[in-house]
């Protein structure tokens, strides 16, 4: 499916990162992967590097760093990319959970700058990178839709922008053959999963999922994204494709008819 591909896959921390079952099926479908990491957890994606099927080249990359970009596509010394995942986001705690309004600014400038604008910045690199050939970017979601959510807090703005900034890149890059999309996926157990206060509270709303929803599994989420990256996914772009065992469409999770009634 990706035979031929050259992919950089950003955001390898752990070998639970929803980017490294990407990169192993990345792969295992035939891709070269190139990952990238950053000062604050080299060491750990190098270890996380070498559980995968082959040992991958690893460039480094600080998303919130604008020069960073341009080292990186030095880095890569002319080599065209295909495709690339961008698994980002933080945000300090006090602009994940606790008293919305209170956040500072400079937790949600820099929550927005690593999480969001860096989608955009990944996006100008690939274009770069991939003159004369198609490509498509992928990132990660969580339930953009905008709701408010008991925790998540200026995570969950961000999310929002970062669909906004998927849909202008899309606008921007696709008569230039960049296909840009986001997999909204359902919780999933990770590094940065462990960060979110009472991630838990978001754990027990995804038992309602219609075709249920196992938080330690990243494979359904990896092969979407295996397949947005493929030219199986070659008239798509612009798009959120939910990975969440149909969370996302229901009204009133875990509600059925009838329950009014049996609750008197
Ligand atoms: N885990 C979930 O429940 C879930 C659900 C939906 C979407 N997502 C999204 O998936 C993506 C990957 O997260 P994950 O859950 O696999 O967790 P993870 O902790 O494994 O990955 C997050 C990655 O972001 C990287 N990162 C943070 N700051 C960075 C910076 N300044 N420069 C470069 N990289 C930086 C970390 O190094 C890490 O590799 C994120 O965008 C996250 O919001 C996660």
Not at 69 to 75: I, P
Not at 92 to 101: H, I, K, N, Q, Y
Not at 153 to 179: E, F, I
Request: hydrophobic share 45%.
């Amino acid at each position: 499916m990706l035979t031929g591909k050259r992919l950089l896959v950003t955001g390898v921390v752990t070998t639970d990162s929803i980017a490294w079952a990407v990169a192993e099926r990345a792969q295992l479908h035939g891709a070269e992967v190139i990952l990238t990491t950053h000062d604050r957890v080299q060491d750990l994606t190098v270890a996380a590097a070498c559980a995968l099927p082959r040992r991958p080249e690893i460039l480094t990359l600080d998303a919130t760093r604008r020069q960073d970009y341009q080292r990186l596509r030095s880095d890569l010394n002319g080599r065209p990319l295909d495709g690339a995942l961008h698994a980002i986001a933080f945000a300090p705690r006090e602009a994940l959970a606790g008293d919305f309004l209170a956040a500072g600014d400079e937790a949600i400038e820099l929550a927005f700058r690593t999480s969001t604008t860096s989608y955009a910045r990944l996006a100008e690199l690939l274009a770069q990178t991939s003159v004369g050939r198609d490509s498509a970017l992928v990132g990660l979601d969580f339930d953009a839709d905008g709701r408010a959510w008991p925790v998540y807090n200026w995570m969950g703005v961000c999310k929002v922008a970062l669909q906004a900034t998927m849909r202008y890149v899309a606008r921007d890059l696709g008569p230039r053959g960049v296909r840009a999309n986001l997999v909204s996926a359902g919780p999933l157990l990770t590094r940065a999963a462990s960060g979110i206060p009472d991630f838990q509270t978001l754990l027990d709303a995804y038992a309602a999922a219609p075709l249920g929803w196992d938080a330690q599994d990243p494979g359904p989420v990896a092969d979407t994204v295996c397949f947005l990256l493929s030219d199986m996914g070659r008239g798509v772009t612009g798009e959120v494709v939910h990975v969440d065992g149909g969370y996302h469409a229901m009204a009133a999770p875990g509600l059925r008819a009838g329950d009014g009634a049996r609750a008197r």
